[in-house]
């Protein structure tokens, strides 16, 4: 490999799906294994949550809080007027049956909200309950895993061979004069078909180069979008942190993707929310140490927000505290993009401090005084909990933020 030229932006790999700021996570699983009701409790809305395979039908949209402590310190240290924390975008998606892929139950229309979103918060349910009826007649949460990740699989595979015979046809019609992209592209693309159909893999699952990504992204593929298994216990075993279908639901997810995987009682949760609307804090917390738990909400929340590979960067000030949301790996002239286009565009640096440096030395005055303030140019990637300020020029007068 050619060393890199002095001043030369650094080469940042691909991942799948849009390279924006603006990315949502949404809520899949078959019918009753505790999706709304776990979008209830997750954004404290009240969306129809009854016991039926079909109760939700449009997607219910929320934005909730990513807490962090780092805000929180920042807030209490400069008592800014506004305060404006991170937050991720979560769609509750109506439950997915056998067959969807072939237009079974609603599928066709749940089959495009899922397209619509850019990461997955799999549910499914591992507790016994005769009162909530499960549409596959028994509680197994690895066939229900197996059924969903199959229809997704199908449906994408339904949509490669189409594009796989169209590249065929451009690149026959070409003959020797196929451009090398078309048949790159071509070769891509009858990679990511096997995958689909001879392997059984999702398309996340694959090995693939930058130009690969590149290659497959745009036609935002249903498998090839990140998820966080979410496996609803019941209290009982929430609390005793045991479940018989947890190492077997681990050892699926491992052999399929090796994402994450977190424990979660959409009852207890449920529950929590009731006593904070209802009672007193005093009330909640006594309740949480009687029976040595905590909520895994926070955890959810942070697990999808990762797993679209987000982080973000505070502007901090007595003005205001805010939270700046980015994709992971962006340079600073696009992270300053999203406070304004003026300040990509007219872009001269970006004066950096770290949370942990200002948290320790109490002032910028300080970490300035130890060295530890740093000026950053076009090539510097923004490290999550940068705490920045932009300095940029359109008109020919220098401003800062």
Aim: one cysteine or more; charged letters at 25%; hydrophobic letters at 40%.
């Amino acid at each position: 490999m050619a060393p890199k030229k002095k001043g030369e932006a650094p080469v940042q790999k691909r991942i799948f799906g849009r390279f924006s700021n603006s990315l949502k996570m949404g809520i899949v699983g078959l019918p009753n294994v505790g999706k709304s009701s776990f979008f209830n409790a997750l954004a404290n809305l009240s969306v129809p949550a009854e016991n039926y395979p079909f109760c939700t039908i449009e997607p219910s949209e929320a934005r909730v809080t990513v807490k962090d402590e780092r805000f929180d310190w920042l807030v209490d240290h400069f008592s800014p007027a506004s305060r404006v924390p991170a937050f991720l975008e979560v769609w509750d998606i109506a439950g997915l049956v056998k067959g969807a892929s072939e237009g079974h139950g609603l599928g066709n229309n749940f089959l495009s909200n899922i397209q619509a979103v850019d990461g997955l918060y799999h549910v499914c349910r591992a507790f016994p309950d005769d009162d909530v009826i499960h549409v596959e007649g028994s509680v197994d949460p690895v066939r229900d895993l197996d059924i969903i990740a199959n229809e997704l699989r199908l449906k994408d595979l339904e949509r490669i061979e189409k594009i796989e015979a169209d590249l065929l046809a451009r690149v026959t019609r070409e003959g020797g004069k196929a451009p090398k992209e078309l048949l790159f592209e071509y070769e891509t693309v009858k990679k990511c078909s096997a995958l689909l159909r001879d392997a059984k893999k999702p398309v996340r699952a694959g090995a693939w180069s930058s130009a690969e990504i590149e290659a497959l992204n745009g036609f935002y593929f249903l498998t090839a979008k990140p998820a966080v298994y979410l496996v609803n216990l019941s209290e009982k075993d929430y609390a005793r942190k045991k479940n018989k279908w947890l190492p077997k639901i681990k050892a699926w997810i491992d052999e399929h993707t090796g994402e994450p995987l977190i424990p979660i009682s959409v009852a207890m949760e449920s529950k929590l929310q009731d006593i904070a609307a209802n009672e007193s804090p005093e009330a909640l917390a006594a309740y949480l140490e009687a029976n040595s738990v905590t909520s895994a909400l926070d955890k959810v929340i942070l697990g999808g927000y990762k797993a679209l590979q987000l982080i973000y960067f505070f502007t901090a000030g007595a003005d205001e505290v805010k939270s700046w949301t980015i994709r992971n790996g962006l340079l600073a002239p696009q992270a300053a993009g999203t406070i304004h286009s003026d300040f990509e565009r007219g872009f001269i640096c970006a004066e950096i401090m770290s949370f942990d440096d200002l948290k320790e030395l109490k002032t910028e005055a300080a970490v300035k005084a130890a060295g530890k303030y740093k000026q950053q140019g076009k090539n510097y990637t923004v490290a999550d909990g940068d705490i920045i300020f932009f300095k940029f020029n359109v008109t020919g007068a220098g401003k800062k933020k």
